[in-house]
T-cell receptor, first 120, second 112 residues
């Protein structure tokens, strides 16, 4: 069965600190996709990144970077020089390539989220 | 470009009442889904659809019905509201089930 664990429930940092949000996943599929979404205090869900299981190259987008390691089943997200606007709940999610009717396989399975508070 | 539109944004129901949460998308996406978000639980899949006329259950389908008569619309029906259905509901759409999902603004539902 697929599962996503975000062990950090809440993190609080001071502006300009670097912060890493952890995500560990479980799946039996060899082909799968990993996602990160941001939910700011306004409540909407904002897509940040999608990776497939065959692409372990790390990705950097501005102050954001993602470290995908299949050996440890982790897909961690780092914010460099955090800002107050980064305060949000961040969700990691998994989608397996094999879709079976009657279950949740193939759909997004979310972790419980990490609430990040960045203080000025 | 509206994306995914959910209505209403807020709703209060009495136990036993029924209602429909509306979801519409204008991106011609085949795949649509409904999630509920509860504190400390993340988002859990209620129902999903892979195209007009095709729906299936997710992780927490009890107490909810869906139908998909058009590509654009995917309403969620609460048959007989219960306090346990107090939650924030999100509708999402994507071109396929493994691509980026676009979410609506959410509906905050309270059942008293």
């Amino acid at each position: 069965a697929q599962k996503v664990t975000q062990a950090q429930t809440e993190i609080s940092v001071v502006e300009k600190e670097d912060v890493t949000l952890d995500c560990v996943y479980e799946t039996r599929d060899t082909t799968y996709y990993l996602f990160w979404y941001k939910q700011p205090p306004s409540g909407e869900l904002v897509f940040l990144i999608r990776r497939n299981s065959f692409d372990e190259q790390n990705e950097i987008s501005g102050r954001y970077s993602w470290n995908f390691q299949k050996s440890t089943s982790s897909f961690n997200f780092t914010i460099t020089a955090s800002q107050v606007v980064d305060s949000a709940v961040y969700f990691c999610a998994l989608s397996e390539a094999e879709r079976n009717y009657g279950g949740s396989q193939g759909n997004l399975i979310f972790g419980k989220g990490t609430k990040l508070s960045v203080k000025p | 470009n509206a994306g995914v539109t959910q209505t209403p944004k807020f709703q209060v129901l009495k136990t036993g009442q029924s209602m429909t949460l509306q979801c519409a998308q204008d991106m011609n996406h085949e795949y649509m889904s409904w999630y509920r978000q509860d504190p400390g639980m993340g988002l859990r899949l209620i129902h999903y659809s892979v195209g007009a006329g095709i729906t299936d259950q997710g992780e927490v389908p009890n107490g909810y019905n869906v139908s998909r008569s058009t590509t654009e619309d995917f309403p969620l029906r609460l048959l007989s509201a219960a306090p346990s259905q107090t939650s924030v509901y999100f509708c999402a759409s994507s071109s396929t089930f493994n691509t980026e999902a676009f979410f609506g603004q959410g509906t905050r539902l309270t059942v008293v």
